[in-house]
């Protein structure tokens, strides 16, 4: 009879919750109800320990992320079990990231949980978001493990959440200074400067800035046939850019607010493919990307809120003149995007142990090119999500349904794309079998929109094009556990084995004129996976601790488009059956060392898995050294980095050689 009158009572609250919505505002002076996931991530942050989630996720934060010798976002991310970096050389190359082989244009990437868009052709370029101002860096297979965010976060088949760094201050402090130069091989120099200020008991501020430039040139062998016998300089990889960044942090009783400004600007040469002994290209591009954004989160009794504002404004000018190089067609484009973005987030628990929540997005896109006949789109996204969390006994269950729609138009040309209504589920499990075990599975469908190239470029975008779908299905386990009074302390492990299915890929083929290509939904891949990662923090004799970290992925991505097709059940370009990564990281007194090696195995650079197209493996290791010494009110720290230490020739992109062996100094004072 009591359940009885529990479920009826949870039912009432959640026809309420519903019917009310955002309206429903419970007395702010019962007990504030703090989201368990945020009382996670401040643990990771602040004490490094690591989270248990119920979809799969891996974490690099803190000093760990910092030591890793990385000089981007993307850097960093190579090493995460599952993923595939496209790296186009170099300091300042194209670097886009793919999450168990589903597409760059699946993956969402977030900055201070608000997505970067890139509505024009989807991808975002990780090679320009620095570590230097990075406190933690999560990928998510599925969806973030939280039922209480934006809708947005529901919207992709994989997430990267990009985190900077909170102002935390104690009693006595009232400022943080933290000033860095780097410099090295290709002519680099990276100075960077951060600095956080406490205004009151409960309003901070943190501004950041760095400046970026590089000539990109170096040494490379170049491969003929199957030797590499003709050594050259990469030229036209150049980089100049600027990264200016400023917040505030706002802390309430039962909540808290923040707003951020970002800008950033780059002047960069695309040194292009080596190809039939032509070593330099001479393309030139020039990008502007500015954005507001604002988040608001209020915790009352058993209901809470979360707000989020964004507007970003981006440019591109790209130019390919002919006079600088011959082999070039004269393009000379400007691209001008808008985004707005609004969300409203809420939570309600109707117990202790059933949450429900309900968020609603719009975002509005716009871009303006001056192309010929270029028709100007406009596209309008609104999104809901509603979702439930359960936890019964050992088992938490999750469960959410996506609602999408999409409505374009344009101010000339031809008609628009069809509006889009779409409905996309997604369900969780987790068992915590013992207090070191847990198993775990999910399945997820989504979809991606075509971008705007894809059904409005001039001459090759096609505006019947259907949305490319995704179905993941994944199995897996973790396991943790801390020992005392041994050398060993803690070890954690995690594996899962997954399926997923693309339908209606988008791909660019050639209509009856070989010379003009246009885009078709003719593609179907399927992808099996296994990700395995696993971590063991040491305590040795003398003093000496260490942190070492192992990933491994193995993937089976077939294309399976046509059974006519001789390429039929290949393996899909850039996917290699076997890579992975490990790490070892070393304290002793004042010192530091990091040692990192990552492996990628055979792949191919076309459907055509044929011996023209075989890329070979390739692997890097970095090493680093570092000193802290105390100096006055604060903290000087060295670091000498060699990257590449043996000096493999490798091409991430066939015909993109990479950097051999290169240095880098740091120096860091901060207080």
């Known amino acids: 009879m009591c359940r009885q009158t529990t479920m009826k009572r949870a039912a009432g609250r959640l026809c309420v919750f519903l019917v009310t919505g955002t309206w429903l505002l419970p007395s702010a002076r019962a007990q504030s109800r703090l989201d368990s996931l945020q009382r996670l991530d401040e643990v990771v942050i602040e004490a490094q320990t690591p989270v248990k989630e119920v979809i799969p996720a891996q974490r690099l934060a803190g000093d760990g992320l910092q030591r890793l010798g990385a000089h981007s976002v993307a850097d960093a991310i190579r090493y995460f079990s599952g993923v595939q970096i496209k790296d186009y050389g170099g300091v300042g190359g194209l670097k886009t990231v793919n999450i168990r082989s589903m597409g760059t244009n699946h993956v969402g990437v977030f900055y201070d949980g608000i997505e970067l868009g890139n509505a024009q052709n989807g991808v975002v370029d990780l090679g320009r978001f620095s570590l230097d101002n990075m406190e933690a860096v999560t990928l998510y297979n599925g969806q973030k493990s ?209 949450d429900v929540s309900l968020s609603a997005d719009y975002q509005m896109n716009a871009l303006n090119a001056d192309l010929v006949d270029f028709v100007y789109p406009r596209r309008h996204t609104g999104l809901v999500a509603a979702a439930t969390s359960l936890r019964v006994g050992r088992v938490d269950l999750q469960a959410s349904v996506l609602g999408t729609f999409v409505t374009e138009r344009v101010k000339s040309g031809s008609a628009s794309a069809e509006d889009r209504h779409e409905w996309t589920p997604t369900a969780v499990l987790a068992w915590r079998l013992t207090d070191e075990w847990t198993a775990r599975a999910f399945y997820k469908r989504i979809f991606r929109m075509p971008t705007l190239n894809d059904l409005y470029y001039t001459f090759i975008g096609n505006v019947s094009l259907n949305p ?139 459907r055509a898995n044929i011996p023209a197209n075989y890329v070979l493996p390739w692997y890097t290791s970095d090493f680093s050294v570092a000193r802290n010494i105390p100096l006055h009110r604060g903290t000087l720290k060295c670091t000498l980095e060699v990257n590449n230490l043996f000096n493999q020739q490798y091409e991430v992109v066939m015909s993109y050689p990479m950097p051999g062996t290169n240095v880098k100094a740091i120096v860091q004072y901060a207080f």
């Open 146 to 354: 939280a039922i209480f965010q934006p809708a947005k976060d529901f919207s992709s088949a994989g997430s990267i959440y990009l985190q900077t760094r909170t102002p935390f201050f104690r009693d006595d402090e009232r400022q943080h200074l933290k000033a860095t130069l780097k410099g090295g091989s290709f002519g680099t120099i990276n100075p960077a400067l951060v600095w956080d200020r406490k205004l009151s008991d409960r309003l901070s501020t943190s501004l950041s800035g760095e400046y970026l430039y590089t000539t990109g040139r170096y040494r490379f062998t170049y491969r003929v046939a199957d030797s590499y016998d003709t050594t050259a300089v990469r030229r036209n990889g150049d980089v100049q850019a600027v990264r200016l960044e400023g917040g505030l942090f706002g802390s309430l009783p039962r909540g808290y607010w923040r707003t951020k400004a970002y800008f950033y600007r780059s002047e960069r040469g695309y040194p292009g493919a080596v190809v039939k002994n032509k070593f330099s290209h001479e393309d030139r591009q020039w990008d502007m990307n500015a954005f507001a954004q604002g988040t608001y989160k209020q915790d009352f009794a058993r209901y809470s809120l979360l707000l989020n504002a964004k507007y970003a404004y981006d440019y591109l000018h790209y130019l390919a003149d002919p006079n600088r190089d011959a082999a070039l067609m004269y393009v000379n484009n400007h691209y001008h995007q808008r985004e707005l973005y609004l969300s409203a987030a809420q939570r309600y628990a109707l117990t202790d142990r059933w």
């Open 468 to 606: 490319e779908f995704t179905s993941q299905y994944n199995v897996g386990a973790t396991y943790a556990r801390t020992f005392s009074g041994r050398w060993l302390r803690r070890v954690e492990a995690q594996a899962d084995v997954y399926y997923n299915e693309v339908e209606d890929k988008i791909v660019a083929m050639p209509t009856s004129n070989f010379f003009r290509w246009t885009m078709v939904n003719l593609g179907k891949v399927e992808i099996r996976g296994i990700d395995v990662a696993a971590q063991a923090d040491w305590l040795l004799p003398g003093g000496v601790s260490l942190t070492s970290r192992l990933n491994y992925t193995f993937q089976r991505a077939q294309d399976f488009t046509d059974p006519d097709d001789s390429y039929y059940g290949g393996q899909i370009p850039y996917i290699p059956r076997n890579s992975g990564s490990a790490t070892l990281q070393a304290n002793w007194r004042r010192w530091e060392a990091n040692y990192s090696f990552i492996y990628t195995g055979e792949r191919y650079s076309s």
